[in-house]
């Protein structure tokens, strides 16, 4: 008897979902954006045990602290490695997440008892597990890891805010009409409420109506806070047109801004060094669902640093460098949100 995704998911304890985002410089744009939207609990970070830790092993592990994700290391292909190359592989890793701008402590899982220690510690401690999937090494007890992690975000304490609907892409489906697929961020809707789809170019948004509700292909009469979600929404020929990715759904509208302030971390990394940014600095936002290219309007420098040297000429410049702090104002550059 073959069991379906319901008849696992009735019997389980635990649900995982994993999301596999790219390790390569060249999409780090994509994971990026994974990463803000995702709303990942844990980030596993793959590394090959016969190979020191790339430069963008070291990126990405940045990347997950300045997103304030706690990194589980799962090094991979132990099986014919030599013990000397997996130790100095591990060594090499661990110095990465003991530096000043990681600041973590690794911890090293070899038996069920380790796991009890980590897993209510994950903000400051990384654990480093070794596995095969050849041999299977180290396989039941990567299992036991992940279905131990208690949730990080707390989707269950949003259930009575105003209904929150973060949309990550759009279809237009003969005899269905439009559906978007997107994340409830907070809240509850039910089939059939009356919701606004915004903002369109000019801030307004749109009045539409929910007409079908679905969760993993299977109809639903409700949806809440944490749920990955698609809506069928009943929408004019004129409307349609408008409905673009980055919108949100929401149960009032409220008022939209092209300008918003932010404090930001310039994170060091391979060939950026010598990077600055100033005033007019046009850059890609990304803001949970939301890619936008934006200008920057004002830096006030929070903490100006370069090879852990104060420069207090940047800090009056408002120049900022990688390792630097500030808080700055952007502007979107396009009012269509893409």
Known sequence: MINTDADVAAKATSLVSLTDFAGH????KTTIHGISFGMVDYALLLANAKHPPTHMTRQHISLAV???IPIVVVLTKVDGCPAHVLKSTKDEISAILRSPEVKKKPYQIKQEFDIS???NKMHGITPMISISCVTGEGLDLFHMLLSSLPKRRRHHQKFNRSFEYLVEDMFSIVGVGVVVSGFVNAGQLRLGQKVFLGPCADGTSIHSQVKSLHIARTHVDSVVAGNNACLGLILTKDDKKLVRKGMVVLEHPVQSSLVFEAEIAILKGNGVDGATIRQNYETM???????????IENIEVISAADGGRRMELDSTN?????GSKARVTFRFLLQKVT
């Open 66 to 68: 300045a997103c304030g």
């Open 285 to 295: 936002v990304h803001v949970l669902h939301v890619r936008q290219s934006a200008r």
């Open 117 to 119: 220690i980590v897993q």
């Open 25 to 28: 410089e060249k999409y780090l």
């Open 318 to 322: 408002g120049v900022v460098r990688p």
